[in-house]
């Protein structure tokens, strides 16, 4: 399968604790974007890097949250001190810089924060 | 505040039914408007991509429209499907360096036999 992929699919967790998730973009993309979508709502942006450098993130992102792609691959997103409003859909996305390129999506990390 | 609104919230149809759906922007700057699907549970998948000057586009029985003065678009959708059962979310993109996509809340689609 050369999409988008995520892992892992579902992940449950209890208050307070830390979650990780991986993206494994589509191997010749340099963009990578991570977005959070909420029940009933489109996604809204987080974060997003151009090969291993981080270039903007959302004022969603709070200081719980870290995103990192240390070697321009894959990318991972923590959540510290997990809260309920935290339960989401964390996509992830891929794309080329140049041209701006269309963003292939993941299928998704889906968090429950009981 | 640049925001992307959809009609209807949900639809539901029959089988073999056509439908038309509803985008309504302010986004700016603009560079494109794009339709993706999502089944639930699964990511977005995109359907259309339409630039500024380019106010119609086709992709199987789907059907894109885009009236750039108004800052509308409409999906529409022919002959449905069970398969077409899902959300549709309408997308803007800011351009610029980050590309950044602007979604709407999507319509929930559910096409009943």
């Known amino acids: 399968d050369t999409g988008v992929s995520q892992d892992p699919r579902h992940k449950i967790t209890k208050r307070g604790q830390n979650v990780t998730f991986r993206c494994d973009p589509i191997?010749?993309?340099?963009?990578l974007y991570w977005y959070r979508q909420t029940l009933g709502q489109g996604p809204e942006f987080l974060t997003y890097?151009?090969?291993?450098?981080?270039?903007?993130k959302s004022r969603l992102l709070s200081d719980r949250f870290s995103a990192e792609r240390p070697k321009g691959s894959f990318s991972t997103l923590e959540i510290q001190r997990t809260e309920q409003g935290d339960s989401a859909m964390y996509l992830c996305?891929?794309?080329?810089?140049?041209?701006?390129?269309?963003?292939?999506f993941g299928p998704g990390t889906r968090l429950t924060v009981l | 505040k640049n925001q992307v609104e959809q009609s209807p919230q949900s639809l539901i149809i029959l089988e073999g039914k056509n439908c038309t759906l509803q985008c309504n922007y302010t986004v700016s700057p603009f560079s494109n408007l794009r339709w993706y699907k999502q089944d639930t549970g699964r990511g977005p998948v995109s359907l259309t991509i339409m630039t500024f000057s380019e106010n119609t586009k086709s992709n199987g029985r789907y059907t894109a429209t885009l009236d750039a003065d108004t800052k509308q678009s409409s999906l529409h959708i022919t002959a449905s499907q069970l398969s077409d059962s899902a959300s549709y979310i309408c997308v803007v993109s800011e351009g610029g360096a980050t590309n950044k996509l602007i979604f709407g809340t999507g319509t929930l689609l559910a096409v009943q036999p």
């Open positions: 890097f151009q090969n291993e450098a981080q270039l903007e």
């Open positions: 996305a891929s794309a080329l810089a140049l041209p701006p390129g269309e963003q292939f």
């Open positions: 191997s010749e993309h340099n963009r």
